[in-house]
C-alpha cells in the first residue's frame, strides 16, 4: 500500500556534496516522522537525521553542522542535504517514515525504503 523510493546517491569524493530525495507514495493520509538511517558494512544501522510533522530535527553526532534534513509536505518527500562529506559516510542510506493510511485510521506504521548508496572516495 505503501512504498518509499529514494535517489540521489553515488560516488563522490572527499568534501563533496550530495542531495537525496524520498518520496511516499500509495493509500496515505498522512506522515508524522520521516528519517534517514545509514548502514555501513559490518556495523549497525544508526540514526542521520529525523524531522517531526512540525519540522522538528534530530541529527546524529556525526553528522552535524554538515547535513541537513528537509521536508516537503505536498510531495510526501524528505531531503537529506549533505556537505564536507568524508569516507566515513561511506554507507546504504535508507528513509524511514511513520505514516497512517485511509485504510488504517488512527494507527500509525513504520516503512522503510530500498536504500540509495553513497559512497565518498578519499
Known amino acids: 500500500q505503501v512504498q518509499l523510493v529514494e535517489f540521489g546517491g553515488g560516488l563522490v569524493q572527499a568534501g563533496g556534496s550530495l542531495r537525496l530525495s524520498c518520496a511516499a507514495s500509495?493509500?496515505?493520509?498522512?506522515?508524522?516522522?520521516m528519517a534517514w538511517y545509514r548502514q555501513a558494512p559490518g556495523k549497525q544501522r544508526e540514526l542521520v537525521a529525523r524531522?517531526?510533522?512540525?519540522?522538528?530535527?534530530v541529527y546524529g553526532d556525526s553528522v552535524k553542522g554538515r547535513f541537513t534534513i528537509s521536508r516537503d509536505n505536498a510531495k510526501n518527500t524528505v531531503y537529506l542535504q549533505t556537505t564536507g562529506l568524508q569516507p566515513e559516510d561511506t554507507a546504504v542510506y535508507y528513509c524511514?517514515?511513520?505514516?497512517?493510511?485511509?485504510?488504517?485510521?488512527?494507527?500509525?506504521?513504520?516503512?522503510w525504503g530500498q536504500g540509495t548508496q553513497v559512497t565518498v572516495s578519499s
Open positions: 524531522i517531526t510533522s512540525g519540522d522538528n530535527t
Open positions: 524511514n517514515a511513520l505514516i497512517t493510511t485511509i485504510h488504517d485510521r488512527g494507527i500509525s506504521r513504520s516503512y
Open positions: 500509495g493509500s496515505i493520509l498522512s506522515i508524522n516522522t
